[in-house]
C-alpha cells in the first residue's frame, strides 16, 4: 500500500510538472506567432508565476531521490535544480529590468524544452512502461541542450551586471551601494562555479544515460 501511494505521488507531481511547462511553452509558441518579437519583452510578466511555481516544485525532486522512491544521481539534480532557482529568483524577479530582455525568453523557452524531454519519460517510467525512444532523446538531445541553457544563464547573469554597474541603486529595496556592489561580486563569482557546476552535471549526466540505455536494452533482449 506504502509503495503504491508512493507511485501516485510520483505519477501527480511528474504530470503536474508535465501539463505546467507545456503550459508554459504553448503559450509562449503562440504568443510568439501572435505578436512576433513584441512577444519577448512580456514572457515573463506573462509566464513568470507558473514558471516560479514549477521551479518551486522541483526542489522536491531533491527529497526524492534522497528518500530513494525515485532512481536518480543527487549531484546533477542538485546542481540543476539551484541553479535554476537561484537565477530565477535571485536575479530575474530581484532585478525588473532584466525581466523583460530576450535572454530570459530564451531562458524560458530552453527550460522547458528540458523538463518536457524529461517528464514524459518519467512518466513512463513510473507506470514501468518505458520508452527507448523517449528515454534516448531524454538524455541525448538532453545534455546539448542543457549546454545552451548554461550559456544563456551566464549571458542573463551579464546582462544583470551590465545593469547594477550602470545603475548605483538598481534594486526596488532601498539598500545601500556596497549591498549591489557586494551582489555584484557574488554574480561574478557564481559564474566560473556555473562553469564547473554544469561540467559535473554533464560528467555525470553522461554517466547516467549509459547506464539507463544499457539497462533498457539488456531488459528488451530479455522479451
Same mark, same amino acid.
Given at each position: 500500500? #506504502?509503495? $503504491?501511494?508512493?507511485?501516485?505521488? %510520483?505519477?501527480?507531481? *511528474?504530470? @503536474?510538472?508535465?501539463?505546467?511547462?507545456?503550459?508554459?511553452?504553448?503559450?509562449?509558441?503562440?504568443?510568439?506567432?501572435?505578436?512576433?518579437?513584441?512577444? @519577448?519583452?512580456?514572457?515573463?510578466?506573462?509566464?513568470? !508565476?507558473?514558471? $516560479?511555481?514549477?521551479?518551486?516544485?522541483?526542489?522536491?525532486?531533491?527529497?526524492?531521490?534522497?528518500?530513494?522512491?525515485?532512481?536518480?544521481?543527487?549531484?546533477?539534480?542538485?546542481?540543476?535544480?539551484?541553479? &535554476?532557482?537561484?537565477?530565477?529568483?535571485? !536575479?530575474?524577479?530581484?532585478?525588473?529590468?532584466?525581466?523583460?530582455? +530576450?535572454?530570459?525568453?530564451?531562458?524560458?523557452?530552453?527550460? *522547458?524544452?528540458? /523538463?518536457?524531454? &524529461?517528464?514524459?519519460?518519467?512518466? %513512463?517510467? !513510473?507506470?514501468?512502461?518505458? $520508452?527507448?525512444? %523517449?528515454?534516448?532523446?531524454?538524455?541525448?538531445?538532453?545534455?546539448?541542450?542543457?549546454?545552451?541553457?548554461? !550559456?544563456?544563464?551566464?549571458?542573463?547573469?551579464?546582462?544583470?551586471?551590465?545593469?547594477?554597474?550602470? /545603475?548605483?541603486? +538598481?534594486?526596488?529595496?532601498?539598500?545601500?551601494?556596497?549591498?549591489?556592489?557586494?551582489?555584484?561580486?557574488?554574480?561574478?563569482?557564481?559564474?566560473? @562555479?556555473?562553469?564547473?557546476?554544469?561540467?559535473?552535471?554533464?560528467?555525470?549526466?553522461?554517466?547516467? #544515460?549509459?547506464?539507463?540505455?544499457?539497462? @533498457?536494452? &539488456?531488459?528488451?533482449?530479455?522479451?
Amino acid at each position: 500500500m #506504502r509503495l $503504491s501511494l508512493r507511485l501516485a505521488y %510520483l505519477f501527480i507531481y *511528474n504530470l @503536474l510538472q508535465f501539463c505546467g511547462h507545456t503550459w508554459i511553452l504553448a503559450n509562449m509558441t503562440a504568443r510568439f506567432l501572435t505578436f512576433g518579437r513584441d512577444s @519577448l519583452a512580456d514572457t515573463f510578466f506573462s509566464m513568470g !508565476v507558473v514558471m $516560479s511555481l514549477c521551479q518551486l516544485l522541483s526542489i522536491l525532486e531533491l527529497f526524492h531521490i534522497a528518500d530513494g522512491i525515485e532512481k536518480g544521481r543527487l549531484l546533477p539534480r542538485f546542481v540543476q535544480v539551484m541553479e &535554476r532557482n537561484l537565477l530565477l529568483f535571485t !536575479v530575474i524577479i530581484l532585478l525588473e529590468e532584466i525581466q523583460s530582455k +530576450p535572454v530570459v525568453c530564451m531562458q524560458f523557452f530552453l527550460w *522547458n524544452i528540458l /523538463d518536457l524531454l &524529461r517528464y514524459p519519460n518519467e512518466l %513512463l517510467c !513510473v507506470m514501468s512502461t518505458p $520508452s527507448f525512444g %523517449l528515454l534516448w532523446m531524454r538524455y541525448t538531445l538532453w545534455i546539448p541542450i542543457y549546454l545552451v541553457s548554461v !550559456v544563456t544563464e551566464a549571458m542573463t547573469i551579464y546582462e544583470a551586471l551590465l545593469y547594477i554597474e550602470s /545603475d548605483p541603486q +538598481p534594486t526596488p529595496l532601498a539598500a545601500p551601494v556596497s549591498v549591489h556592489s557586494s551582489f555584484a561580486s557574488v554574480l561574478k563569482a557564481y559564474l566560473p @562555479l556555473l562553469v564547473v557546476g554544469a561540467s559535473v552535471s554533464v560528467w555525470q549526466l553522461l554517466k547516467e #544515460r549509459r547506464l539507463q540505455l544499457d539497462r @533498457l536494452q &539488456r531488459k528488451s533482449k530479455r522479451k
